[in-house]
Structures are given as structure tokens and as C-alpha cells.
């Protein structure tokens, strides 16, 4: 069987809340081991032994987080890019589209989890090897905006016919 039959649907997943894109993406990464593993994967951590030796998580629980991510489509796995028979596990198109949201988590610990002058590692730009510099939300003529500037919009119930 192969992964896209594996996957549920949207229709067929329970969802957390079916109708809030946030609780959607936690629902899909928003386990820790999943996040760390995504943190290694986006630093170039590609096969299931790095991945275990990097994070010293449990076996059981490595196999089963990595299964979730190949199977909600944010990873694929393919032959090991040496020619060994190892194989790696690689960022899809949609586990790409998470690196803005780990940038901002990271930045989030960067300034909430360390005490002043703490010790921490650094993202850094590869061409320049400068920090990344903030992330801010932008409206859509550029002015930078915070949590007061917005609202939901909860979707309009469909009737059911009943």
C-alpha cells in the first residue's frame, strides 16, 4: 500500500477542531518529537540512526513520529543520496512551507526560554552568516501588525437538511 493510500482524508482524519486551520497544524506537528524532529531534518539530520542519536529519543516513538510525518505528507523517504542501502528521510514541498513557523518558534525561545546572556545555537543566513533577523506579520500594505489588528472569521454553517 502506498503512502497516499495510507493517508486519511481531510473528511476521514478527526480533527481536534475541524474547522480551525491552528488546531489542524498542531493536530499534524505539534508534538514535540515531531518538532525536533523537523528541526533536524531542515539542518540536514536526514537517516533514522542521526535522527536517534541527535534527539536520544525512544526507538518506538522515532519510528512512529517519522511514519505520522511520511504519511501527512511532510516528509518522503528515498534511497540515501551516497548509494548505501540506507534511506533518508526528506522534506516534502509541505514539510518545506513549516520552516517559516519553526523560524518563528525558534525566534519565540530565542527571546522567551534563555535568561539574558544565556547560551543558545544560531540560525544563521548561509551567504551571509548573519542572524535572521525578526519575523513580523505583515498586513497587505506592509505595515507590520500584532494579535490587536486581526479577528477570526468562523466559517458559515452548511445547512444539513434535517
Known amino acids: 500500500m502506498s503512502t497516499a493510500e495510507q493517508q486519511p482524508s481531510n473528511a476521514e482524519r478527526l480533527w481536534t477542531d475541524p474547522q480551525c486551520p491552528l488546531a489542524r497544524a498542531v493536530d499534524l506537528v505539534g508534538d514535540r518529537w515531531v518538532l525536533l524532529i523537523l528541526r533536524d531534518v531542515f539542518t540536514g539530520v ?10 536520544g529519543i525512544a526507538r518506538n516513538i522515532l519510528t512512529v513520529r517519522l511514519q505520522t510525518l511520511v504519511n501527512s505528507g511532510i516528509l518522503t523517504v528515498q534511497p540515501a543520496t551516497d548509494g548505501t542501502k540506507y534511506q533518508e528521510y526528506v522534506l516534502t514541498d509541505r514539510g518545506e512551507d513549516l520552516f517559516t513557523a519553526m523560524v518563528a518558534l525558534r525566534q519565540w525561545g530565542e527571546k522567551h526560554a534563555f535568561a539574558a546572556g544565556e547560551q543558545h545555537s544560531r540560525l544563521l543566513e548561509t551567504s551571509s552568516g548573519r542572524a535572521l533577523p ?29
Open 46 to 55: 536526514r537517516r533514522y540512526t542521526q535522527l536517534h542519536r541527535s534527539l
Open 134 to 162: 525578526p519575523l513580523y506579520v505583515l498586513s497587505a500594505s506592509g505595515m507590520a501588525i500584532t494579535s490587536t489588528h486581526t479577528h477570526v472569521e468562523q466559517p458559515v454553517p452548511i445547512p444539513t437538511g434535517r
